[in-house]
C-alpha cells in the first residue's frame, strides 16, 4: 500500500515568477511545467487576500495541492495519499513559520533569492526526498544550526 509522499515544493511571487522549487520525484520537463502551470492557474483563479494568510486547496490530476499567500509570495506545496489537504496546509504553516523566524522577517522575493540557501535548508530540514521529516520548529532551527549552507 503507497503511504504516499509530498512530490513538490515552490515557492513564487504573485505575478507567477518562481523563486524556488523543489521537485521529490523524477518529472520531465513537460510535467515540471504541466505543474507549474496547475499552480499558477489555481492561484490566479482565486481572490488572494493581501494581509493575511490564508490557505487554498485544488486537484493536480490524482493529486492534490495546497498554497498560501503570505506577502508578495505564495508557497504550493503538491501530494498524494496521507498527504492530504490538511496534511499539506499544516506543513506548508510549519515552513513558512520557521522561514519567518529564520529570516527575520516576512519572506520577501527579495529576500527569499538573498537568503536562498536559508531557505533550501529549511525546505530539506523539514521535508526529506518526498517524506515529512520534522514539524516542530525549535527542532528545525536546530537542525540547521549544525549544516553548512553547502552541505
Known amino acids: 500500500m503507497d503511504a504516499g509522499r509530498i512530490h513538490c515544493f515552490l515557492v513564487s511571487t504573485r505575478g507567477g515568477d518562481v523563486i524556488y522549487e523543489r521537485f521529490f520525484d523524477r518529472f520531465t520537463e513537460l510535467e515540471k511545467a504541466e505543474i507549474r502551470a496547475a499552480f499558477s492557474t489555481a492561484s490566479n ?20 495541492f ?10 504550493y506545496l503538491l501530494g498524494s495519499g496521507e498527504y492530504d489537504e490538511v496534511g499539506l496546509v ?46 516542530d520548529k525549535e527542532a528545525i532551527k536546530k537542525g540547521i544550526k549544525g549544516k553548512a549552507a553547502w552541505e
Open 90 to 135: 499544516e506543513v506548508l504553516r510549519v515552513i513558512i513559520q520557521v522561514l519567518k523566524d529564520v529570516l527575520g522577517k516576512v519572506p520577501s522575493p527579495g529576500l527569499m533569492l538573498d537568503k536562498y540557501s536559508k531557505v533550501a535548508l529549511v525546505v530539506d530540514e523539514v521535508i526529506n526526498e518526498g517524506l515529512l521529516e520534522a514539524v
Open 45 to 64: 483563479n482565486v481572490r488572494m487576500p493581501v494581509n493575511q494568510e490564508q490557505d487554498f486547496i485544488a486537484p493536480y490530476k490524482l493529486t492534490r
Open 66 to 75: 495546497a498554497f498560501i499567500p503570505v506577502a508578495d509570495t505564495v508557497f
